[in-house]
């Protein structure tokens, strides 16, 4: 299980992934695809802000943007090493804290622990990626960027919104659920919509900080800032109320989702 914040992977689905990357992913079935679900911090990992619907309005408009980017074939290369290098370094906090998730028994105190180390990587995780991927830009493609995540981070009808709760939904249909099983998953779902409301625009606004000025160190400091606010105990809550086969299905669902990303990455 690996913990990711709900707004990284997706505010990067503007940025260090869809848009700078170039790239569209569409699995068959799975268009949609976890960021902030059921085994949660395991089936959230760089890479999936790769995702976008190839026929929403938000992709339409993703393809303007990339148009207007401009990537040289070269770059797109790049963009699509760094996000390979992003999942490499997403392995071995993955690896750590699957066997709290598919153990007999929940363990709520390690595995709320677990949690919070993990968000604290994924912070400076995810500034490295960000940072690696505004290496590969140019002055101009940066501006670019900045901007158009300064904007994201004013609009009212943020696209990622709606991405989050069908990514929810998505994993929801993974397992059968009892309805006090459905009533914990109704509430991480809400707790994560809410936690995205809140906070995406501070996400952005970060990013759009880095993206121009380059400090690193800051951008890590607001993405560990930002993700102490994950809503932890209804991660924990949720994957304790699920028996331990309902938890190894989705733990396997999620590693099979990352293997189809992962490959996408290499046409």
């Known amino acids: 299980m690996k913990t990711r914040s709900p707004m990284k992977k997706l505010a990067a ?4 992934a869809s848009a700078l990357v170039g790239c569209s992913v569409s699995a068959p079935s799975t ?7 059921p085994p ?3 089936l959230t990992a760089p890479a999936f802000q790769v995702l976008v619907e190839a026929k929403s309005e938000h992709s339409k408009k993703m393809s303007e943007f990339l148009t207007k980017l401009a990537l040289s074939a070269e770059q797109k290369t790049q963009l699509k090493g760094v996000l390979k290098s992003a999942f490499e370094r997403a392995k071995p906090i993955q690896a750590e804290i699957k066997p709290l998730v598919t153990a007999p028994e929940i363990d709520r105190t390690a595995l709320r622990a677990a949690i919070e180390v993990a968000m604290k990587a994924d912070a400076a995780q995810d500034a490295q990626t960000m940072e690696e991927a505004r290496k590969v830009l140019t002055m101009e493609q940066r501006t670019l960027i900045a901007d158009k995540l300064d904007e994201m981070s004013k609009r009212e009808d943020d696209p990622h919104t709606k991405m989050i709760e069908r990514l929810m939904d998505k994993a ?6 009892t309805e006090p099983q459905k009533e914990a998953f109704n509430q991480l779902r809400t707790a ?3 936690f995205w409301m809140t906070n995406r625009s501070e ?3 970060a990013m759009a900080a880095h993206m121009r000025n380059g400090d690193q160190q800051a951008l890590q400091a607001e993405f560990e800032r930002l993700n102490e606010g994950i809503p932890t105990d209804a991660m924990v809550t949720f994957m304790a109320s699920l028996d331990q086969s309902q938890r190894q299905k989705l733990a396997t669902w999620k590693e099979n989702l990352m293997e189809r990303i992962q490959s996408k990455l290499t046409e």
Do not use: H, K, L
């Open 203 to 205: 996400y952005y606004v």
């Open 172 to 177: 929801g249909e993974q397992v059968t659920m």
């Open 192 to 194: 994560f919509r809410d």
């Open 40 to 42: 949660t911090a395991e």
């Open 31 to 37: 268009v949609n695809q976890p960021i902030s679900a």
């Open 13 to 16: 689905v503007a940025v260090a």
